[in-house]
């Protein structure tokens, strides 16, 4: 039989006794924050669980807040867009009339002239629209700055015919072709925004070269930029591999041999084709395609190149310039086809802004549902059930009131008791 003495009942009753202490002070504190984990040494399965749960729901909260954005960026291009449409369906107007033989008198001319030039400037202003952000709307990546703050350049001249005065004879963009890009799901990304060289486009563009390059071969290895898609030139390859490399970069480009060994460049959808030499390459220049002056886009075609298709207002300006001289023919053929194409490719651009804020709202949806998800998942993982934690602690009290009852009914008095 083992000899039990005092101190081993003081030993136990106090160990007893802290521990119920130690449990009661766990779930008062549970309690009183509403968690079942407040240090990882709780529950070290359960708070990894919850570090992840909480940084899901931050990337969530981050793809809510991109789509937001994205929205609004949208709702910017697609209000502008409709601005830019409804002058389209006013030029169409007056090209239709002007093909009935309307604008027949020196007054209805320059009156037409007025009104089409009226058009041309706010077309520009359109085409200069800034954000919220104060960043161009259709400029790319670029922000503009003091001394060219719009992507679009206007250049006027003083015009007689028509009594016109100084009027626009052109535009050039000046921007870039950056794709502002947003993530707006896990692994899902979407362009916010439209380069102006593609939505104020009108045709496709063909770049004809007019240098005879049968017996070029590339000196070194190179990469060129063909609308910011890199293509990688081998040393030795010649005019029939470039072409073919080209044709094979998925680009809304096609590449061809002309009759005289010269390369032709045409898109397949209407925009302003982009070219560059990166960095100190000159496959383009020996081609001559790129201006060896003015290396760097935009407007770095080498001036020897011969330039089909219009932005849409080339085509407006011409539009104007053949009313004023009376063509009805020209204006009846001709130009209301470009008007037509241009029409056809501002729908098609306000076409995708619709379908991508359709894509938007429905991935804002979809998180709105994962949110949801992982909140009921963490508060599962971290909340406790308050009626069953009372009575887990109502519980601990009796048992602690039932030790020291105990335990002082245990304690052997001792020569003081029996003097008292």
């Known amino acids: 039989m083992n000899r039990i003495t005092n101190q081993m009942i003081n030993n136990t009753l106090s160990f007893n006794l802290q521990r119920h202490q130690t449990d009661m002070d766990r779930i008062e504190n549970s309690l009183a924050t509403g968690k079942n984990v407040n240090i990882p040494s709780d529950n070290p399965i359960a708070t990894t669980n919850q570090m992840l749960y909480r940084t899901r729901l931050t990337e969530v909260d981050q793809y809510l807040a991109n789509s937001a ?8 291009v697609d209000t502008t867009l409709q601005s830019a449409l409804r002058i389209f369906q006013r030029l169409r107007v007056l090209t239709v009339q002007g093909a009935h033989g309307i604008y027949t008198s020196f007054e209805l001319k320059e009156a037409v002239a007025t009104e089409i030039n009226q058009f041309l400037e706010e077309l520009v202003s359109i085409a200069n629209t800034k954000g919220a952000t104060g960043r161009s709307v259709f400029g790319g990546y670029k922000t503009g700055t003091e001394d060219q703050p719009n992507p679009f350049v206007p250049i006027y001249q003083t015009l007689t015919a028509g009594n016109q005065g100084d009027a626009m004879i052109g535009v050039e963009y000046r921007g870039d072709i950056g794709a502002m890009r947003r993530e707006v799901s896990k692994g899902e990304y979407m362009d916010v925004n439209i380069p102006g060289n593609k939505v104020f486009w009108a045709t496709n563009q063909i770049l004809t070269t007019n240098k005879d390059v049968a017996d070029y071969s590339a000196p070194a290895n190179q990469i060129i930029k ?11 390859d010649n005019l029939d591999i470039i072409i073919d490399k080209i044709n094979n970069a998925g680009l809304s480009v096609r590449a061809s041999k002309g009759p005289r060994n010269n390369l032709i460049l045409e898109t397949t959808t209407p925009h302003q084709i982009w070219l560059e030499d990166a960095g100190s ?5 020996d081609l001559g395609l790129v201006n060896s002056s003015f290396p760097q886009p935009p407007n770095n075609v080498d001036p020897t190149v011969s330039i089909g298709g219009m ?4 085509m407006v300006i011409q539009l104007r310039d053949d009313l004023v001289r009376g063509d009805q023919e020209l204006v009846g053929g001709r130009d209301l086809g470009l008007i037509d194409m241009g029409l056809e490719n501002l729908l098609k651009n306000i076409a995708a802004v619709g379908a991508k804020e359709n894509r938007i709202d429905e991935l804002a949806r979809r998180s ?3 949110k949801g998800n992982v909140l009921a998942m963490l508060s599962k993982s971290e909340g406790i059930d308050y009626a069953e934690t009372i009575m887990n602690f109502k519980w601990l009290e009796s048992v602690h009131r039932y030790a020291l009852a105990v335990g002082a009914r245990s304690i052997m008095p001792t020569l003081m008791d029996f003097l008292k």
């Open 311 to 314: 932005s849409i207002f080339e």
């Open 368 to 370: 709105e549902y994962d």
């Open 281 to 285: 390459g000159t496959v383009l220049k």
């Open 226 to 236: 063909i609308d910011d898609r890199e293509i990688n030139i081998s040393a030795g």
């Open 69 to 76: 954005e994205s929205k609004s960026r949208l709702d910017e």
